[in-house]
């Protein structure tokens, strides 16, 4: 094993990726700070029960480790959403809803593929109105739209939907057939349906539900096909979803996709996944959680959604719109043996809103020249080059001047013409 290899499923991430990363994170965060969207930072490490409480799945890929104080189970977070309901289940237990947060940073599991990825979410709790659904969507489609997609959807779903359809058509392995759909397995519900005896009417309204995937008119067609309660209650809200969505112009957005439970174990009413033809993978993933907060001691309704950040910086860079400043403004060398001369040109143009970096490595000035340009400064101030004290060699890729008297005015001036 090499000192320099990392484990399977992280990454690092090296200046200019980080710089580009930032810019999309501010960029993301301007839109939902105008919906009104107040930040949160939840800790890195919870303990492990309060990730199982609400999702059982969750320990098969939490990062455990042991608390040496109470000697119980730790998890390196591997999802915002719980935090956040505690958070404001404990912290605003006192204030009166809605409460709207955002989120960003690292989830971690334990499982193939990447294990660390960086999330950016915000959650509407307190809202038990389908506005709200509309409304996490919305700020989505803004994001989206900010950032120069304009190909994207958002597939709307409702886990109510299905379960009301499982019990309808008296399913006995609901697990199974959530699965099989879930991978649109065509043949395995085909066994399926011999395998619980699913026939005639019951077996056409199984392989009708496969089909449940479209715009406005899959809503209708549903209906026709389920009347139980559970279903219908379910097709009425995504119903009001879509008229507000209509309302705000982003029915073209929109794919009702009524075949498949999305989301996580907590997740209880509509969910939504953003999708773009030009990447394979979700880009993010939400949906409403009304009994999560009860966990935590405040019963709310609740809804949110979490992007992969990482996800979309890889849609950006392939259609050329992710945005990123490389621009380092001066590079100054002091050939002098104090080097307060340097500081005070240093401070006084940083006053100024400008980069500025010093050479305090002992070589050729004209090499330090050479790798200034290298790392992409734009100017560079060579100081003390001959026995006056401030006799001063600016020097940019188009040409060199030479400096006398006050330096940083001196500098200004050349920099307009």
């Known amino acids: 094993m090499r000192l320099t290899e990392i484990p399977k499923g992280f990454k690092s991430l090296l200046p200019e990726e980080v710089k580009r990363r930032w810019e999309l994170l501010e960029r993301i965060k301007k839109v939902v700070e105008k919906w009104g969207y107040d930040p949160l930072w939840p800790p890195t490490i919870e303990f492990l029960e309060l990730f199982t409480a609400v999702d059982k799945n969750t320990e098969e890929f939490a990062f455990k480790l042991v608390d040496r104080f109470t000697g119980r189970l730790m998890a390196v977070r591997p999802d915002f959403t719980p935090q956040v309901a505690r958070i404001v289940a404990s912290s605003f237990k006192d204030e009166e809803p809605p409460f709207r947060f955002y989120y960003m940073g690292k989830v971690f599991r334990d499982r193939d593929g990447d294990r660390e990825t960086y999330q950016f979410g915000m959650e509407l709790l307190g809202v038990k109105e389908v506005e709200a659904d509309a409304e996490v969507i919305s700020v989505v489609a803004n994001i989206l739209k900010e950032l120069g997609l304009k190909s994207f959807q958002i ?10 359809v499982v019990e309808e058509l008296g399913v006995k392995n609901r697990e199974k057939l959530l699965n099989l759909l879930k991978h649109k397995d065509f043949s395995g519900i085909e066994l399926f349906s011999e395998e619980e005896g699913i026939t005639g009417e019951r077996r056409e309204k199984l392989f009708s539900l496969l089909e449940l995937y479209g715009k406005e008119d899959v809503l209708e ?15 009425g809200e995504l119903k009001s979803v879509y008229s507000i969505l209509k309302s705000y112009g982003f029915e073209e957005r929109v794919i009702f996709d009524l075949s498949e439970k999305r989301g996580m174990d907590y997740h209880t009413g509509i969910t939504y996944e953003v999708f773009h033809p030009l990447y394979g993978f979700s880009l993010g993933m939400g949906g409403r959680y009304d009994q999560l907060t009860g966990k935590f001691g405040r019963e709310l ?54 980069s500025v970096a010093r050479d305090i490595v002992e070589r050729d000035y004209q090499d330090s020249v050479e790798v200034a340009f290298r790392k992409g400064y734009e100017f560079v101030l060579v100081l003390n080059r001959s026995e006056e004290p401030k006799n001063v060699l600016f020097t940019s890729p188009e040409g060199f001047f030479k400096i006398e008297g006050d330096i940083v005015n001196s500098v200004l001036d050349i920099l307009k013409r």
């Open 301 to 354: 309704p609740a809804t949110g959604i979490a992007l992969s950040v990482d996800a979309l910086e890889e849609l950006l860079e392939k259609k050329g719109l992710l945005r990123t400043s490389t621009k380092k403004d001066f590079y100054i060398i002091d050939l002098g043996t104090e080097k307060h001369l340097a500081y005070e040109v240093a401070r006084e143009l940083r006053k100024k809103g400008y």
């Open 155 to 164: 597939d709307i779903g409702h886990t109510e939907f299905l379960e009301g």
């Open 221 to 235: 067609r549903a209906e026709k096909l389920f009347k139980n309660e559970r279903s219908v209650r379910a097709l």
